[in-house]
């Protein structure tokens, strides 16, 4: 397996949290990530979408010009998408409810992973053709209160196939891919979850 890239490599990393409460576990863990990958020499770009009172509904308008040639975002998601493109690595920060991301990710996913920026339709109607050859690393960093053997036996890990292979393998080139996932956490210790806090700061200072 290739050496995952440094930070230093990557330089600038986007980082999109999704949590409603700052002061959650995933409110820490987006803070680790962010001193983690500056700790590694690396620039931690944080999108937060509750902050931002980021609409996740996909309107009418973009729907309709959705599927027409030289599409271009409306206004309220065009900086992010601007950021997308210049993005050295991707950094997913939320917990998982329903076994899914939050509607405020899913939505940031929608409006903004959009033709023109993250791919191209292919004219005779095959696969996407990835735009987003400048993002090299795809991180995930989530938590659940399933504990592992459901997540990952019973219901066969829809988060991790969803972003890694209906986002990243279709938006992207080679994308190295990377899921922390905290399992069990309606049970987690508070040590349980120091742990994996210093783990995931860890993952991004050594990278």
Not at 35 to 58: K, M
Not at 170 to 190: E, I, P, Q, W
Request: hydrophobic share 40%; charged share 25%; net charge neutral.
């Amino acid at each position: 397996m290739a050496a995952w890239l440094t930070i230093a490599e990557l330089r600038r990393l986007l980082v999109v949290f999704a949590h409603p409460l700052a002061d959650s576990l995933s409110g820490t863990l987006k803070s680790a990530v962010i001193d983690g990958i500056e700790e590694g020499g690396g620039i931690a770009d944080l999108i937060d979408l509750y902050a931002d009172d980021f609409d996740p509904r996909l309107s009418k308008d973009e729907r309709t010009r959705f599927v027409q040639p030289g599409y271009t975002p409306p206004e309220d998601a065009a900086d992010y998408c601007n950021r997308l493109s210049v993005a050295d690595g991707l950094v997913f920060v939320f917990p998982q409810w329903w076994f899914g991301m939050p509607a405020i990710l899913k939505g940031f996913v929608d409006r903004v992973f959009v033709p023109g920026v993250a791919f191209d339709p292919d004219p005779a109607g095959g696969q996407l053709i990835p735009r987003l050859s400048n993002i090299k690393t795809f991180d995930v960093i989530t938590t659940t209160g399933s504990p592992w053997w459901i997540t990952e036996l019973y219901m066969r890990n829809p988060v991790r196939r969803q972003i890694k292979n209906g986002i990243g393998k279709f938006c992207g080139n080679g994308v190295k891919f990377r899921m922390h996932s905290l399992y069990n956490l309606d049970k987690a210790t508070r040590s349980d979850c120091e742990k994996f806090i210093v783990r995931v700061r860890a993952s991004f200072r050594s990278s």
